[in-house]
């Protein structure tokens, strides 16, 4: 084992990571490729405005590893990877998202990617200009990534609350349980409009005053401050808007049984597992109960398939199946998840990394 370098890499075990820099076109991103032992890479690029290059690598290397682990949680034959760009003024969008699409395409099926935050339906299009391994919306497309998310989302939730009425099924119903939805964005809004049509009492926030509007006169539902909802008591509080945001203070404010949304890298960090443990607080793990728009996208580009409502639905039973274990391990979901995850993992070790054809014959298994 070589020793880290540098420091940025440390405790990475990354196949490969790309540094792209385009001055004249402001460009400067990352594409990183965790572990392709089981199938191609899949991720989406995401678009910030990162304050350096070092925090967007670190970023990239993150997302990727959490899109193995999503991969090996859904048994999807894919592993992880992802596309970071940092935003700013002086990026040329148009041309930086067609460059971006070249470096894709010239992986050659090594990496497939789509939406992210701040990649949309136009930035989708603009690199399919330059590459084949994009996920782009409409018919040309695997369907509606944010439905296919929302749907992992509700299965999770009926789970959730089999789990704390102590069925022994997954026979709980959204009606009379509270929620707390935070975000009304594309999952968001989809999740919340399938529990108030339930008949379950939601209330939620989203800091776009157009986006709560519309939620309170179209679905019916209460909107409040985005700021107070951590405050509101509820069954359940279901974050399907940014990573990051139970740590300290956050979770000491809940008031809820449970968390269980669509938010990625939910937790500040991985000690937060237990603090919400220790406060009673069951959490559903973010890579698993938001894996349903992997589920649909990966199975399209490996298939061309694009009904994969079964196995999106599955979520609800694997989530229901990890709570029960987590509970007689006598540890939180989330570590539980990250455990079977690594071993998962482990047991690729002896794979070789994936090339598509006609780099296939390369694959041989490593000595
Ligand atoms: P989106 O950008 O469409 O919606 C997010 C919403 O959250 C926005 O309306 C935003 O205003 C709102 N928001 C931001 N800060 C908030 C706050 N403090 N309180 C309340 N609302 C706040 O994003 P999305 O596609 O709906 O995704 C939501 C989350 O789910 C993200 O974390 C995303 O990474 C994750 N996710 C999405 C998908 C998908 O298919 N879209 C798949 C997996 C995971």
């Not at 695997?142 to 789990?163: E, I």
């Not at 000491?252 to 968390?259: D, G, I, N, W």
């Not at 991985?270 to 793990?285: D, F, K, N, T, Y």
Request: aromatic share 6%; glycine share 12%.
């Amino acid at each position: 084992m070589l020793p880290p370098f540098p420091e940025l890499f440390e405790g990475s075990d990354h196949e490969q990571v790309q540094l792209i820099q385009e001055p004249s076109i402001g460009l400067y991103a990352v594409l990183a490729i965790h572990d392709t032992r089981g199938g191609p890479a899949f991720g989406g690029i995401r678009r910030l405005a990162y304050r350096s290059i070092g925090e967007a690598i670190r970023d990239a290397l993150r997302l990727s590893e959490a899109m193995t682990q999503k991969c090996l949680m859904a048994r999807v034959p894919g592993g992880g990877g992802k596309g970071v760009v940092v935003d700013h003024p002086g990026l040329d969008l148009t041309a930086a998202y067609r460059l971006i699409g070249r470096y894709v395409e010239n992986l050659g099926g090594r990496f497939y990617t789509g939406p992210d935050v701040g990649t949309g339906d136009a930035e989708l299009l603009l690199l399919r200009d330059s590459t084949r391994f994009v996920t782009v919306p409409g018919s040309e497309g695997p369907g509606d990534l944010a439905a296919a998310t929302a749907r992992g989302v509700l299965a999770g939730l009926h789970a959730v609350l089999s789990f704390l009425e102590r069925s022994d099924s997954l026979s709980a119903e959204f009606a009379e349980h509270t929620f707390a939805v935070q975000g009304l964005g594309s999952v968001g809004y989809l999740v919340a409009q399938a529990l108030a049509q339930a008949g379950a009492q939601v209330t939620a926030a989203d800091p776009i005053s157009e986006r709560a509007a519309r939620a309170r006169d179209e679905l019916g539902i209460e909107v409040i401050h985005d700021g107070d909802l951590f405050d509101l008591p509820c069954d359940v509080f279901v974050p399907c808007a940014l990573g990051g945001i139970l740590h300290d203070l956050t979770i000491e404010r809940l008031r809820c049984r449970a968390v269980a949304g669509s938010a990625n890298n939910l937790l500040a960090s991985p000690e937060h597992a237990a603090s919400l443990a220790s406060r009673g607080i069951l959490v559903a793990p973010d890579y698993v109960i938001n894996s349903g728009a992997l589920i649909l996208g990966a199975n399209f580009h490996l298939t061309g398939g694009r009904e994969h409502g079964a196995a999106i639905d599955a979520i609800g039973d694997e989530l229901f199946e990890l709570f029960g274990w987590a509970n007689s391990e006598g540890i939180p979901p989330p570590v539980l998840a990250d455990r079977i995850a690594a071993d998962r993992l482990r047991k690729r070790r002896s794979v070789a990394s994936f090339f598509p054809e006609p780099f296939a014959s390369n694959r041989e298994d490593p000595k």
